[in-house]
């Protein structure tokens, strides 16, 4: 066994290392709730570490692939011809990144769960199993098992926010489930073209992308069927004006299942769009990018207009994230290498940071079981550090230097007006939008007069502590030192095609 | 000999007859002897089609004998359902036997 | 140690805003020692990088040290680094003397206050930013540390968060600033997509090589622009630093005044290579600057909050500089914000005085016959007022002049009148201020009778910055200069390289002229108050009802401003909202599920539960397929 | 030569069902539960003794009757459907009818029926085979004798079943007159040399046919009766309904339009088409407003019927290549298909054991007190919806990518596009189990053992053909293959890249 392929079973353990929680899971009795506790504790810190121990072995020697594994699963079956399925799993610098803000906010979400009494056995199955999903699909390099993944992070989603989520779950959760799927109904179609037009007899995403290079899916196909993968992957990235599932989920959704839904789920979506449309469909993407530039930048200014007069702190962040996938959906789009990794940064940012968003809100609303900004007032005064964490997440969420949400949206900015000044300086404008409403928000709940009502808050648990400072030491160090998160994107993104220098 | 589009008009039109019969009929016996009709009229098919078409002259003879005895014992098991619906609902009216719908 | 090593300046405070905000609560007196130990070291620092500097052979030369920070691909190459010339060398010296003076003077003042030892925090972070910003080499480094001192300026502003109107201020402060660095951002990023560069040097030397066009540049540089008046609060984006008043007042002295608001300034002197080139460019800074300067002016004239007085003030005398950047004379803006810097700390600082003396009375109405009581103060506070008004031998007295010199040079005199007009008006309200502060009776017995002087940790700054704000307008002179290793006096150190150094000339009629306007305002601020009497001014105000008015509302722009974001921005978000809620998601998302469900429903109304419908079904069902097969197909 | 040696597993199941009705015959105190299990166990008989048949050289009964892997393939089915359902009626019958022998007799040569429709390679024979199973099923859909919706469901499956046959019937004859014979091969050649152009006859006779047997696997607008026989029927006859009666009726399908007819499929695979694009519609949208769990089974099983209808257009349409592919998919869908119905119908069966109620509010807070039959639902139901790691998703996505072919992507759109509004009113169910709590009683109670073990192990089987399609992807593949070289189109190799 070679160091690589040794290194193809850490990948292997990101997916199975959850999967196994939730088998042994299901084998523990549910009055054991401690017990279910602390194995998901275990779980996410091994999961953690694992990501971590991914992100930083990607060797930056100008390799795209890494760490591979490769099963064969079924071949010379039917359709399938040789390496038809085949459990294809492997590292390239966007998966990295991805694979380590999934690790840090899988932990942080099976820490902020620990208060849950209400049959945590069932929450925790179904919270490993998506994110076991999430896994497989950031590293799948086959098309059948990246799409079998996507749909397992999907499914749990509507258990999740009904049994365990607040308002109106049962709406939230119907309207999210079903958007979701609604997408991948797109993502079927397309996969049945692409593979019937490519002819290869493999799901292999290498040979197609390929076939979409080399014109073995003409260009006429892929104008057709970009769109198909761009908007099925992109109901999940928020795309406007599929996005009305991002407030309503969000706010019914219990704060782990917001945590690693804002956090990493809905950046399967992106991450869906560069591997089934960039990567696949070259022509179709140099063709429909400039719609696709033009609604992420709807996306952004709407979602953040919208979080100005919102009153519920998840409906902003719910507008508000609609707005940061919006400067996704843009990086994206400028098809140029510095848009493109400040997109990728940018999936990366606004996961640790809404997350932590996310996170405190549950934090509060455990206690307030309110979550009206009108209700608040003064709130510093009890909840210091709850304060501090929340503003650190609100400043990465407005853009300021020094946190993620800095780095990824200045990438993006400036990939943009290379391709876009106009949407450029649309998207720039978007960020100070994103100012006023979180000052507003600030300014309502952390400061003003004391309200009496609220002396009995207590601060941050030390294990909200734990996990909430996890994710702020991500946005700082990618706020301050982004070389690692660049080094690794970019060596992924230069290789991508179509996307220019 | 008569010619073979005599039998095929007979046979349709009796098939026909039947499909009216199935369509306009409410008494459950009365539809039964309808598809019976009908299935009789694929025998007069099978039966012609053997006499003119097939050199063999004998698998549409079977398949007609085939029919009867089906058709036969199709009729025993229906007018038995038709029965118990009776005795339970104290008609043959299809009409009233409509409490699963929609 | 030398210059290359500039960035300790900047590291050490940064270290011990760390460690203050984390362990700050724990440490005894909230670790103040450490915030003064740090600044202190930094201040040591600029004078071993000052010497360093002048010891530099080559004489004056930029001193450049950076390195590769981030790269994508080969497209995309990013370096940081930091870049010490004499601009970056007077900003140091302004940054760490003021700094230096306001956190000594904030451990009197700040005393028994909550949160103690958070304001020492962020005070540290907001120098370490501030001395990023003027030694970033390239405007990707200096939008980082823009934004950063913008985020100390909100937390500072709003530091008595508990009040509203503290919050409030603090939001705007940063609201508005922010519209301005998005024209900054935008800015930044044009000159990028243009050159290719971040780097400030590169770009100027692209620009000089005429690589980028006229309008485009021209469009750059406004943006740009945009961000130095957001930051340096010019008409029309003044409205957030009288606010940004509700911070402490140490903070007011050394952000709101001498350091964070004259970044643009910075900034556009640093650019200024790019206003030349661009055509009409400067113009528009002199516009912008005399717009202000005489704006705030009137502003100022019917202010009865002492620190909001000096706030007008404060933005006026930023305007004066954007003035001298239009002539095209950085050195000369430089040097006005240097002895502004001095000065405007004093006043500030003074006011806080009185303000902590008074327990946090700074309405002018309720003060008056300070001087006696408080004679530091009193004394400090008079010299720095006659340096803002523009009396010589003070410091604002030769700055001030040079900017008249320097802009009937370039623009003429219908320029000078206007800005003359302005430095009248400054002079008319600092003497307002300091007689309706200092001299005669007091108006409110009680608040006088609890007044007592200052400790000496607060009248110590006070006293220094006096000395400064005295003295610090002699390096002009070449001797002077020379002395302290500078020859030719610091119009010369300073210089944009092609422009070659410009030396100082004392011109007797301009001087005379300065010292006309200020003692004209002065006679005629002391004539209407004199004697704690408001009579005349009353009488004015009375005569001329409209004008009062408008002044008094600061020529509603507050009231502008809130109608544009309530009706405009707010509704227009209301109107999003709606949108999505009952369009987007009401009719869109869920109305297509309706439809489905509808269709269903009616749909199973085929099942009818009749046998005869059934059969008519699959007679229909094997009737129509028969029949497309004959006819449609065949 | 008359090898009877093929009819051997059928002999089991068949004299087992004799043996059986005897058995309650002579010894009426007989416990009833024991002869759902002697069933179950002579079903399992035939189901080992089918497994010989697996790989053996194709053997054909004078023409008739086909052995094969084809055959083989529905013979396991037909066994393991039967083994599941006598277990499941086991405990459900026992109360609820005083005789049960014919049911489980019934049940055994319902199966033999179907396995036959699969063997059949000559329209009579197809037509007997049809019947047989037909016939049990009008029986066991009117079993409950005192139950006036079990009466009313059986009158109108025989009425109806009858009328739909003599279509079937009267479409044979006209075949028969055209090309002169009823076997299938015979019908391919006759076909062929009559040449190209459209003949009326042909026509009239395939549609007709279409019409038999779309009645039989419940496409729409032959569907009707589907809805009402489910409802009316017990419990696990619904369930054999919904997956031996459909399976059957593919079976069928498959061999006659691939051996007898694949040489005209010009006239006929648009009609497919549209049939599939109908019944998927109309059976999901209609699904949407039911209440009750047996009817929207049925009607989810009819979307089911639209989406495996793709595949027999897509045979239709492609050549024999695609055809293989596409019927190897089928049948794998089958198999997922049936293994998630049978684990719904387990679950619901406890459920209604103790509940009594089949509409889907019954079921409410069921995840509180039945986790366990709330996870077997799920399961089901999002096997159905076609979401990993379960069968439906696997085997759809093969069926589908089957099925693709320039003509018939919409239609595979289309599908998908349904398959994602069923999901709807699954989730509808779902809601009832997770989201509501249990009114009344809430305490934790016990499935029978056998019931529970049932589900547990169809439970299993559909993750393991979610999880690792590949061998049983490759079970069908061979268990297809045989379809084309029977066929007569020379057989021919997958081709290998």
């Known amino acids: 066994m070679t160091f690589d392929e040794g290194q193809g079973y850490v990948v292997l353990a990101t997916i199975a290392v959850p999967l196994l929680a939730a088998l042994v899971l299901v084998f523990t009795p549910g009055q054991q709730k401690m017990l279910v506790r602390y194995i998901s504790a275990v779980t996410g810190a091994i999961v953690a570490g694992l990501s971590i121990y991914i992100f930083a072995a ?132 397309g996969i049945f073209a692409v593979f019937h037009e490519a002819n290869l007899g493999t799901f292999d995403m290498e040979q197609l992308w390929a076939a979409g290079r080399d014109g073995t899916l003409s260009p006429t196909f892929q104008k057709v069927f970009f769109p198909f993968m761009v908007v099925g992957c992109g109901v999940l990235a928020a795309l406007w004006p599929f996005h009305t599932w991002s407030p309503d989920g969000h706010m019914a959704a219990p704060t782990a299942v917001s945590m690693v839904h804002a956090g990493v789920l809905m950046k399967l979506g992106a991450f869906g769009i560069i591997r089934l449309g960039i990567q696949m469909m070259p022509a179709g993407a ?126 993006i900015f400036v990939g943009t007006f290379r391709s876009y000044p106009v949407f450029g300086a649309l998207a720039i404008f978007a960020a100070a939008l994103a100012a006023a409403y979180m000052l507003r928000l600030f300014a309502i709940v952390f400061f003003g007069p004391f309200d009496v009502r609220w002396s009995d808050l207590k601060d941050l648990t030390p294990l909200e502590r734990l996990s909430g400072g996890m994710l702020i030491a991500s946005i700082v160090i990618m706020g301050v030192w982004w070389a690692p998160f660049t080094d690794r994107v970019g060596q992924t993104v230069t290789l991508l095609p179509g996307v220019t220098g | 000999m008569v010619p073979l589009e005599n039998y095929l008009v007979l046979s349709a039109v009796m098939f026909s007859l039947g499909v009216y019969g199935v369509l306009a009929r409410r008494n459950a016996v009365l539809i039964l002897m309808s598809v019976e009709l ?45 029965i118990r619906l009776f005795r339970n609902r104290a008609t043959s009216n299809v009409d009233e036997a409509a409490s699963m719908k929609w | 140690m030398g210059a290359e090593e500039a960035w300790l300046l900047a590291a050490i405070p940064a270290g011990v805003f760390l460690v203050l905000a984390l362990f700050g609560r724990a440490l005894p007196r909230g670790g103040d020692y450490l915030g003064v130990a740090a600044i202190l070291s930094s201040f040591l620092l600029f004078l071993i990088v000052l010497v360093d500097f002048l010891d530099t052979p080559g004489k004056l030369g930029p001193v450049v040290n950076d390195i590769e920070w981030s790269s994508i691909g080969e497209s995309f190459d990013l370096r940081m680094g930091i870049y010490v010339d004499p601009i970056t060398i007077v900003m140091f010296a302004v940054v760490t003397t003021v700094a230096l003076m306001v956190n000594i003077f904030s451990i009197g003042y700040m005393k028994g206050e909550p949160r103690y030892y958070w304001f020492f925090a962020v005070l540290q972070l907001f120098v370490a930013s501030m001395l990023l910003l003027v030694m970033a080499d390239n405007l990707l480094l200096v939008y980082i540390s823009w934004e950063l001192v913008g985020v100390c300026s909100f937390l500072l502003i709003g530091f008595y968060w508990e009040k509203r109107s503290a919050t409030e201020a603090a939001k705007k402060a940063f609201i508005t600033t922010r519209i301005g660095d998005v024209g900054l951002l935008i800015g930044i990023i044009m000159l990028w997509k243009a050159t290719g560069t971040f780097n400030i040097q590169e770009i100027i030397h692209h620009v000089e090589e005429g690589a980028v066009g006229q309008n485009y540049l021209f469009a750059a540089v406004a943006f740009v622009f945009l961000g130095c008046m957001g930051k340096s609060a010019q008409v029309p984006f003044h409205v957030w630093l009288p606010d940004a008043m509700e911070g402490p007042t140490p903070v007011s002295a050394l952000i709101h005044a001498a350091t964070m608001v004259v970044a643009g300034v910075y900034l556009t002197a640093r650019l200024l290579p790019l206003f030349e080139v661009a055509d009409g460019a400067l113009l528009m800074v002199t516009i912008v600057g005399l717009t202000t300067a005489l704006l705030t002016g009137f502003m100022a004239l019917a202010q009865t909050d002492i620190k909001k007085v000096l706030a007008y003030s404060t933005v006026g005398q930023l305007g004066f500089m954007f003035v001298a950047l239009g002539a095209g004379h950085p050195a000369v803006a430089m040097f006005h914000l240097m002895t502004h810097a001095f000065f405007k700390a004093l006043l500030f600082l003074g006011s806080g005085s009185v303000i902590h003396a008074t327990h946090h009375n700074q ?130 150190f300073i210089f944009l390289p092609h422009h070659g150094p410009h030396r100082y000339h004392f011109d007797l009629a301009w001087a005379t002229a300065s010292v006309v306007m200020g003692a004209t305002g002065l006679l005629l601020a002391g004539w209407m108050y004199w004697g704690n009497s408001i009579k005349r001014s009353t009488q004015l105000a009375e005569a001329q009802p409209g004008l009062y008015d408008l002044i008094r509302n600061k020529f509603y722009f507050d009231e502008l401003y809130q109608a544009g974001i309530d009706r405009g921005m707010l509704g227009f978000s209301y109107v999003v909202s709606w949108f999505d809620r009952y369009v987007v998601n009401d009719t869109g998302v869920d109305g297509s599920a309706q439809v489905t469900g509808f269709s269903g429903g009616v749909l199973k109304y085929l099942q009818t539960g009749r046998l005869p419908n059934y059969a008519m079904a699959v007679a229909v069902g094997v009737v129509a397929l028969a029949v497309i097969g004959l006819v449609v197909r065949g | 030569m008359r090898d009877y040696t093929i009819f051997i597993p059928e002999y089991i199941a068949a004299g087992s069902a004799v043996g059986i009705i005897g058995i309650e015959l002579f010894w009426p105190k007989f416990r009833k539960d024991w002869l759902a299990y002697i069933t179950a166990i002579a079903a399992l008989g035939w189901l080992v003794s089918g497994l010989f048949f697996i790989g053996k050289d194709p053997n054909s009964f004078q023409g008739l009757i086909r052995s094969d892997d084809f055959t083989t393939y529905f013979r396991l089915l037909a066994a393991s459907i039967v083994i599941v359902v006598a277990l499941m009626s086991a405990t459900h019958m026992r109360t609820r009818t005083k005789t049960v022998a014919e049911y489980y007799g019934l049940l055994l040569v319902a199966g033999c029926g179907m396995v036959y429709m699969a063997a059949a390679t000559e329209l009579l024979t197809a037509y007997i085979a049809l019947e047989l199973l037909s016939f049990s099923l009008y029986i066991l859909v009117g079993y409950l004798k005192r139950d006036n919706l079990s009466s009313e469901a059986s009158l109108k499956y025989i009425l109806l079943g009858a009328f739909s046959s003599a279509m079937f019937l009267y479409g044979m004859s006209l075949i028969y007159g ?147 592919d596409a019927s190897s998919a089928l049948l794998l869908h089958i198999a997922g298909y049936v293994l998630a119905t049978l684990a719904l119908f387990a679950a619901l069966t406890a459920a209604y054991n103790r509940t009594g109620r089949e509409d889907i509010p019954g079921l409410r807070g069921l995840a509180e007190t039945q986790p366990f039959l709330a996870l077997v639902i799920t399961i089901a139901l999002f096997s159905f919806a076609g979401l990993p790691p379960f069968a439906g998703f696997a085997t759809k996505l093969f069926m589908f990518q089957g099925a693709t072919t320039d003509e018939l992507l919409w239609l595979v759109g289309l599908a998908v596009l349904n398959s994602f509004i069923s999901l709807y009113y699954y989730l509808m169910i779902i809601r009832q189990m997770y989201l509501f709590d249990p009114v009344g009683d809430i305490s934790r109670w016990k499935v029978s053992p056998v019931l529970w073990c049932l589900a547990a192990v169809l439970m299993v089987g559909v993750l393991f053909i979610g999880v690792y399609p590949g061998p049983a992807f490759e079970l069908t593949e061979r268990a297809a293959q045989p379809l084309f070289e029977a066929a007569g189109l020379g057989s021919f190799q997958v081709q290998q890249p």
Do not use: C
């Open chain 1, 58 to 189: 990607y060797q930056l020697d100008g390799s795209d692939a890494q760490m591979r594994l490769q099963w064969v699963w079924v071949e010379n079956t039917a359709f399938l011809g040789k390496d038809g399925i085949t459990l294809n799993l492997a590292v390239d610098g966007i998966s990295a990144l991805m694979a380590l803000l999934t690790g840090i906010v899988a932990f942080a979400g099976a820490l902020a769960s620990w208060k849950l009494d209400f049959r945590n056995k069932d929450f925790y199955i179904l919270y490993w199993t998506l994110l076991a999903g999430v896994y497989g699909t950031f590293f799948s390099y086959d098309l059948f098992f990246f799409f079998f993944f996507y749909e397992l992070a999907v499914m749990p989603l509507y258990l999740l926010i009904g049994v365990w989520g607040s308002t109106r779950k049962e709406y939230g959760a119907a309207k999210l489930t079903l958007m979701l799927v609604g997408g991948s109904v797109l993502i079927w179609i």
């Open chain 1, 286 to 411: 140099e063709f429909w990018m400039p719609t696709l530039m033009v609604l992420g930048v709807i996306g952004a200014v709407y979602g953040a207009t919208a979080a100005l007069t919102q009153r519920d702190f998840k409906l902003i962040s719910g507008y508000s994230s609609v707005s940061h996938m919006g400067y996704v959906l843009m990086g994206l789009a400028t098809m140029n290498q510095i848009g493109v990794t400040g997109a990728v940064l940018q999936m990366f940012s606004h996961g640790v940071m809404t997350a932590l968003v996310f996170l405190m809100i549950g934090a509060l609303y455990d206690q307030a079981h309110t979550r009206d900004l009108k209700d608040f007032g003064g709130i510093t005064k009890v909840m210091p550090l709850w304060v501090i964490f929340y503003s650190i997440a609100g400043l990465a969420n407005v853009g300021l230097p020094g946190f993620s949400g800095f780095t990824a949206e200045f990438h």
């Open chain 2, 38 to 82: 009908m299935l009789n009229a694929v025998s007069i098919n099978f039966v012609a089609f053997a006499a003119y078409l097939d050199p063999d002259k004998v698998l549409g003879a079977i398949f007609a004998v085939f029919i009867i005895t089906v058709a036969a014992a199709e009729v025993g098991l229906a007018l038995a359902i038709v």
């Open chain 3, 363 to 492: 309405e002018m109405d309720k003060l008056g016959g300070l001087w006696k009581k408080m004679p530091i103060t009193g004394t400090t506070f008079f010299i720095g007022s006659l340096a803002l008004a523009g009396l010589p031998p003070l410091a604002g007295f030769w700055s001030k002049d040079e900017i008249f010199v320097v802009l009937n040079d370039k623009w003429g005199v219908w320029a000078v009148a206007i800005l003359a007009f302005a430095a009248v008006m400054t002079a008319f309200y600092t003497t307002r201020l300091f007689i309706r502060t200092f001299m005669g009776t007091p108006r409110d017995k009680d608040v006088h009778e609890h007044t007592q002087e200052s400790a000496l940790v607060m009248t110590g700054p006070l006293m220094f910055l006096a000395v400064l704000a005295a003295v610090s307008g002699f390096v002009v002179f070449h001797g002077v200069g020379k002395a302290l290793g500078f020859p030719g006096g610091i119009t010369e």
């Open chain 4, 178 to 324: 055209v090309t002169g014979t009823t076997y299938y091969e015979g019908i391919a050649e006759g076909l062929t040399a009559r040449g190209s152009g459209t003949d009326p006859a042909v026509i009239v006779g395939m549609m007709l046919i279409l019409a038999g047997v779309g009645f039989k696997v419940s496409a729409a607008p032959f569907h009707m009766w589907a809805p009402d026989a489910y409802e009316g029927a017990p419990l696990p006859i619904t369930a054999f309904l919904s997956t031996a009666s459909k399976a059957a009726g593919f079976a069928l399908i498959l061999r006659l339009f691939t051996g007898a007819l694949i040489v005209d499929a010009a006239e006929w695979r648009w009609a497919v088409a549209v049939l599939a694009a109908v019944t998927m519609t109309l059976g999901n949208l209609v699904a949407i407003q039911q209440s009750n769990l047996k009817r929207l089974v049925a009607y989810s099983s009819i979307g089911q019927v639209g989406y495996m209808l793709i595949t027999i257009a897509a045979i239709g349409y492609g050549d024999a290549k695609v055809g293989q």
